[in-house]
């Protein structure tokens, strides 16, 4: 098997023996930028902030009850059937035999929701990785990809894998094929900065998904297909104009960019500030920038983040480079 090639999505779990409950851990899931402007549903990485938290406790009292939920402005349901992080577990349990285990679950928040930062999947990897830490199953994380697609399915209609699969295996990540699922993870120069800005308007993916043209023209088809391949050998070769060359998109972009404000003005700005790249991350709002260098990503944030204040618009800002490491163990 290669080495980077992500397969066996069902190897058999070594499973602790059942918990008499008490014990407790403590997982960050990074938030991922999804697309990465010319691979639509294909391309997806992870950065080192922001990211959620959950901190996910053994019960004596076989079921998952969610105690505590914080930073999501009360929007997220506390009902564990509803609530993605606790569906997309118990999933797991069920696929394990093991819903025996008691569970309560904490969940924090430290990005905003509907802001194309891989949000819901933040969450939902952070829980897997939780229980499966939890309970000491050795096998591969790729086993909770499934499990946690299904957690997106819950949060926006669409079961799409670049967000979670890089929040899951951190780093660059190509979802290949979905049926089978074909999941490849890519290199990336170690040099690349992400400026990351979000505008604070609300577009849920549901809706960011549903404006989409569904036909597309073939001579688009050639474009994106080109930039796709350009920016994967970018990736490969270490060439950095050939991934800011290749960060083109012809298809999602000139539609979803009206829900963003002043979108094509902020992208001029990023590029006449230095940016190597500039586009959505995920279904927007949120914009991303790729760079050579630190300072460059933050004097782009700090400008965007200015020519919004002047719009009255308010915005977070994060830099980052990107986070290889994917979820860890925080306590
Ligand atoms: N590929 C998905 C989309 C990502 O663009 O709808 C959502 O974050």
């Known amino acids: 098997m290669e080495d980077n090639k992500i397969q066996e999505l069902n190897t058999s779990p070594q499973l602790a023996p059942p918990s008499a409950g008490g014990e407790s851990i403590h997982v960050f899931a990074p938030a991922t930028v999804a697309n990465v402007v010319c691979g639509f549903d294909v391309l997806g990485f992870a950065v080192n902030e922001p990211g959620d938290e959950v901190i996910m406790r053994m019960t004596n009292k076989p079921g998952i009850t969610i105690s505590k939920i914080t930073g999501d402005d009360g929007r997220l349901p506390m009902d564990p059937a509803k609530n993605t992080v606790s569906v997309s577990v118990l999933h797991y349990l069920q696929s394990i035999g093991r819903t025996d285990v008691g569970l309560d679950i904490e969940l924090h928040k430290k990005m905003p929701i509907g802001s194309g930062l891989g949000s819901s999947s933040a969450s939902?990897?952070?829980?897997?990785?939780?229980?499966?830490?939890?309970?000491?199953?050795?096998?591969?994380?790729?086993?909770?990809?499934?499990?946690?697609?299904?957690?997106?399915?819950?949060?926006?209609?669409?079961?799409?894998?670049d967000n979670v699969a890089p929040a899951l295996f951190g780093g660059f990540v190509l979802i290949r094929s979905y049926e089978p699922l074909d999941v490849v993870r890519l290199p990336h120069p170690a040099g690349l900065w992400c400026a990351i800005v979000f505008p604070d308007v609300d577009v849920p993916t549901r809706e960011a998904r549903q404006i989409i043209r569904k036909n597309i023209q073939m001579k688009d088809a050639v474009t994106q297909w080109g930039n796709i391949a350009g920016l994967v050998s970018g990736l490969f070769m270490n060439d950095i104009d050939l991934i800011g060359r290749s960060m083109k998109d012809v298809l999602v972009e000139p539609?979803?960019?009206?829900?963003?404000?002043?979108?094509?003005?902020?992208?001029?700005?990023?590029?006449?500030?230095?940016?190597?790249?500039?586009?959505?991350?995920?279904?927007?709002?949120?914009?991303?920038?790729?760079?050579?260098?630190?300072?460059?990503?933050?004097?782009?944030?700090?400008?965007?983040?200015?020519?919004?204040?002047?719009?009255?618009?308010?915005s977070n800002t994060y830099v980052s480079t990107i986070n290889d490491a994917g979820p860890k163990v925080i306590g």
């Open 124 to 161: 939902t990897v952070a829980g897997l990785f939780a229980i499966k830490t939890l309970l000491g199953d050795t096998a591969d994380p790729a086993k909770l990809l499934p499990f946690a697609m299904k957690g997106e399915e819950m949060a926006c209609g669409h079961g799409h894998a």
């Open 255 to 314: 539609v979803r960019s009206m829900l963003i404000p002043d979108f094509y003005k902020m992208r001029e700005m990023a590029l006449e500030l230095g940016a190597v790249s500039f586009g959505i991350s995920g279904s927007g709002p949120s914009v991303f920038a790729f760079t050579r260098d630190e300072e460059t990503a933050k004097r782009i944030t700090q400008k965007l983040q200015q020519h919004l204040t002047n719009l009255k618009i308010g």
